[in-house]
């Protein structure tokens, strides 16, 4: 079962915040995201582990709540540059890595 | 990058005809996935691979089969296309260590 994200699409000006929410209704090993630009293929963005860790991407940053099988992905001042689609993916355990996505959250960064 | 290489990039082919999808990949990865995008849906694993000749289903398997008879290559086949295979397909390649996914550039394929 897919994950769901939140927002499905979010419009910022150059410099604000966004969250963007993943709730699964599964247990989680790990949790991944990834960003998409319109006709690109995904980048991966980073992963979460297990244990609640928070991780860091330049301005970009996430947090794991194992308990509720959530992850949340921060972006702050955001820059043209972050705009695009970003999806969650969702790893239950297992040695095959096999990730579920999520439908996705469209942002759109404004001058 | 990744060294991942797809081939074609872009096809249309008719109804009923089988198609196949290569990807390519130069690190010597052991894990390959098959993934279909499609509007609203995201991307969804058709089949994956964690080695040479051991795949298997993902959430969208029916209508699809694959092989990887080498580590770098990983077939995918559409053994009678449908329209509702109309869409993008992204290969990607895992590591080991650290649970990373590359993606390829994509097939957009076209089933009239």
């Known amino acids: 079962q897919q994950p769901v994200q939140s927002p499905q699409a979010v419009i910022l000006r150059e410099g604000e915040d966004a969250v963007i929410n993943c709730s699964s209704s599964?247990?989680?090993?790990?949790v991944h995201w990834y960003r998409q630009k319109h006709g690109e293929a995904p980048v991966f963005l980073m992963i979460?582990?297990?244990?609640?860790e928070q991780k860091g991407h330049e301005k970009i940053s996430a947090s794991f709540n194992e308990k509720k099988q959530q992850s949340s992905l921060y972006l702050t001042a955001s820059q043209l540059s972050y705009s695009g689609t970003y999806f969650c993916?969702?790893?239950?355990?297992?040695?095959?890595?096999?990730?579920?996505f999520g439908t996705g959250t469209l942002l759109a960064v404004q001058p | 990058d990744a060294g991942i290489t797809q081939s074609p990039r872009h096809k249309v082919t008719e109804t009923g005809t089988p198609v196949t999808l290569r990807c390519h990949q130069t690190?010597?990865?052991?894990?390959m996935y098959w993934y279909r995008q499609d509007p609203g849906h995201g991307l969804r694993l058709i089949h994956y691979?964690?080695?040479?000749?051991?795949?298997d289903k993902g959430e969208v398997s029916d209508g699809y089969s694959v092989s990887r008879s080498k580590t770098e290559d990983f077939l995918l086949t559409l053994e009678s296309a449908t329209s509702s295979q109309t869409s993008v397909y992204f290969c990607?390649?895992?590591?080991?260590?650290?649970?990373?996914?590359?993606f390829g550039p994509g097939t957009r394929l076209t089933v009239t």
């Open positions: 979460l582990l297990k244990g609640g």
């Open positions: 691979s964690y080695g040479v000749k051991d795949t």
């Open positions: 990607a390649v895992g590591t080991v260590n650290t649970y990373e996914q590359y």
């Open positions: 599964k247990a989680l090993y790990s």
């Open positions: 690190e010597n990865h052991r894990y």
């Open positions: 993916g969702t790893d239950s355990g297992g040695a095959t890595n096999k990730l579920i």
